[in-house]
């Protein structure tokens, strides 16, 4: 099943405007990358939202990790793609630097 995201997308699934993000938009755009959202993984999401409005910048992993007082590789257990950039994906923010 492949599901479609109601708000415009890069090529590679990020938002083009952040302001078109939702949690609605969020589980959407999991869906697509065959993830089922979970209520951990969202508030994930709504934390990096959060420090990238008080920052301004994507949190590194390390930073973000020990923030949610998980450990890096509990993060790629989760998100097996590279957990920064699913949840800036998923979160509506950009591709965080050093993501390829």
């Known amino acids: 099943m492949t599901a479609t995201v109601s708000v415009p997308l890069d090529n590679e699934g990020f938002l083009l405007n952040r302001d078109d993000w939702s949690e609605e938009i969020a589980v959407e755009l999991a869906r697509t990358d065959d993830f ?42 989760i998100f097996k793609k590279g957990p920064m950039k699913l949840i800036c994906k998923w979160g509506g923010l950009p591709k965080p630097t050093g993501c390829v």
């Open 36 to 77: 089922e959202m979970t209520e951990q993984v969202m508030s994930f999401i709504r934390e990096a939202r959060a420090m990238f409005e008080e920052d301004g910048v994507v949190p590194p992993i390390r930073i973000f990790a020990k923030k949610q007082k998980v450990s890096t590789k509990d993060l790629y257990d």
